[in-house]
């Protein structure tokens, strides 16, 4: 997330070729990339949309975004607190209207989210107002707590009155790695926030899980920040319940990520409890091609991802993050009248995730992405029916050719070989983050002969475009 200085918003940055991107899979095709693999007869459970969620994004004002858009895409996780708000509503440090007001535009988004059935994280950082580079106490300073205890017991009473218990995570920081911004002390003593919040969230509140440390950088075993965090949380009796971090470093890779925390965690002794990543993508990475590249990889790791947001000021608070635009959309609203007019659109990417969410039913199927790390994947199909069969592919923001491979086909009633022919669509993205794209581009139907139990045919994306193949009866 992009952070303030003093409300103005700084630093931190924020022609189709289509008739040939499908063709049969025999034909002579050039410069092939690599391969990812489908593998239609190893099923992986239930979709559960693990990629849509998304940090801020929601209007303050309920019902502002019609349901419709939430439901579409299968809006499934939230993350606020009331940042970037303008005073009074700077947060705790800044007094206790300043407190309330941030604490009230979270429990707008909390309401509206469950209203959806959507879980929620507490940006309780936000809350306290620590979303800028101003110089502002901090928990602790002085070797003093009484001051974040008197924070902590305004926040519980806070979620106890409005009845905020349920479908709620316990965020103690955000970024704390990030020294000079969020966390603007030495680590030592956000470990000794940590453990002094722990034990008392937990009273507060046994049943709701508590998450961390939400960093910007990602774990593993040469994470010098990770080699004083892992153990401490592992001596104190404080471990998350759910870990948490962010890929916004610009070249971060999830799956790298994932599995060098599963080895840092055995490093360290501590269990495999759920990861959520509950920031990814960089603004460049935020279009239809490499927001699949991001939701394959939160698919094949079971990992709840929420999308970054790199808005700022009132557009911190609407268009789900950028997936959605309207008439007078701004990247940096700071008037009512931007905060609050309505006349929403979805943009090219929003397309991918309704796809993902109204069209990719039945059961997920196991994939492989391709082994440059460049190309992913993602697919369903229900039951044994072959026209069941949906996938959805694309590159990281590069241009070229890889191969599909997709295998297991007599799991959907196929024979050994024949014909399939298999419907594509294009994600495309018009007109950035504010464009109006009501569907994908329809590219018509290619048969595509197969043999050996296997289909093989190739995608020709570029730097933004998302491809979704559908089998045709
Ligand atoms: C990617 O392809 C789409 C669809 O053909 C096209 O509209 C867009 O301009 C291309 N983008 C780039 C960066 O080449
Ligand atoms: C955890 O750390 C806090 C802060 O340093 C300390 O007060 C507390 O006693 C520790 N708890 C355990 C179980 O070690
Ligand atoms: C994800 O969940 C599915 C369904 O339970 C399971 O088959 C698969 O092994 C899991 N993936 C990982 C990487 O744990
Ligand atoms: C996805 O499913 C919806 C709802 O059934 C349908 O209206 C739409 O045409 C489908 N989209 C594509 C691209 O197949």
């Known amino acids: 997330m992009k952070f303030l200085s003093n409300w103005a918003a700084l630093l931190l940055a924020s022609a189709c070729s289509c008739n040939a991107v499908v063709v ?55 993350r606020a607190g009331g940042s970037q708000l303008p005073s009074p509503a700077l947060g705790w440090v800044y007094g206790t209207t300043d407190f309330q007001n941030r604490f009230d535009s ?63 995570d316990f965020e103690i920081w955000n970024e704390p790695d990030l020294t000079d911004v969020f966390w603007q002390r030495d680590q030592a003593q956000y470990l000794e926030m940590w453990g002094h919040a722990f034990p008392k969230i937990r009273a507060a509140f046994p049943d709701m899980p508590i998450i961390g440390p939400c960093s910007s950088s990602q774990p593993s075993t040469s994470n010098t920040w990770y080699a004083e965090y892992y153990p401490f949380v592992k001596s104190n009796d404080s471990v998350p319940d759910y870990y948490c971090w962010h890929e916004e470093a610009g070249g971060d890779d999830v799956t790298t990520d994932i599995e060098n925390n599963i080895a840092a965690l055995e490093y360290y002794g501590l269990p495999q409890n759920p990861v959520i990543i509950n920031e990814y993508g960089v603004p460049s990475e935020q279009v239809p091609g490499t927001t699949v590249w991001y939701l394959a990889q939160f698919e094949r790791y079971n990992t709840s991802g929420l999308r970054g947001n790199w808005a ?29 007019s309505t006349g929403y659109w979805g943009n090219g990417e929003y397309n991918i995730y309704k796809y993902y969410n109204l069209n990719m039913t039945g059961t997920r199927v196991q994939t492989i992405r391709s082994p440059d790390a460049l190309f992913d994947i993602y697919a369903t199909r229900e039951g044994t029916d072959a026209s069941t069969v949906k996938m959805l592919c694309g590159s990281r923001l590069t241009s070229g050719t890889w191969d599909i491979l997709v295998t297991g086909l007599d799991a959907v009633g196929l024979p050994a070989e024949g014909t399939i022919t298999i419907h594509s669509y294009q994600f495309n993205w018009p007109n950035g983050e504010f464009g109006d794209v009501p569907a994908p581009v329809d590219q018509g139907t290619y048969p595509h002969a197969y043999s050996n139990n296997e289909l093989v045919f190739y995608v020709s994306p570029n730097t933004t475009t998302g491809y979704a193949f559908e089998f045709v009866p």
């Open 24 to 78: 049969h899979g025999q034909a002579k095709r050039q410069d092939v990339l690599a391969t990812a693999t489908v593998n239609l007869a190893v099923p992986q459970g239930t979709p559960a949309h693990r990629a849509s969620g998304f940090l801020y994004g929601i209007p303050d004002t309920q019902g502002q975004v019609p349901s419709s858009f939430y439901t579409d895409m299968g809006f499934n996780y939230a």
């Open 106 to 168: 979270a429990l707008s988004n909390y309401k509206t989210a469950r209203s959806y059935g959507a879980r929620f994280q507490l940006l309780i950082a936000d809350i306290w107002g620590a979303d800028g580079t101003a110089q502002i106490t901090m928990p602790g300073d002085d070797g003093s707590w009484t001051y974040y205890d008197e924070f902590l017991e305004a926040v519980f009473t806070q979620i106890t009155d409005n009845d905020m218990t349920e479908g709620l």
């Open 312 to 340: 700022s000021g009132y557009s911190l608070h609407d268009y789900f993050a950028n997936l959605l635009g309207k008439p007078d959309a701004t990247e940096d609203c700071t008037t009512t009248s931007c905060e609050t």
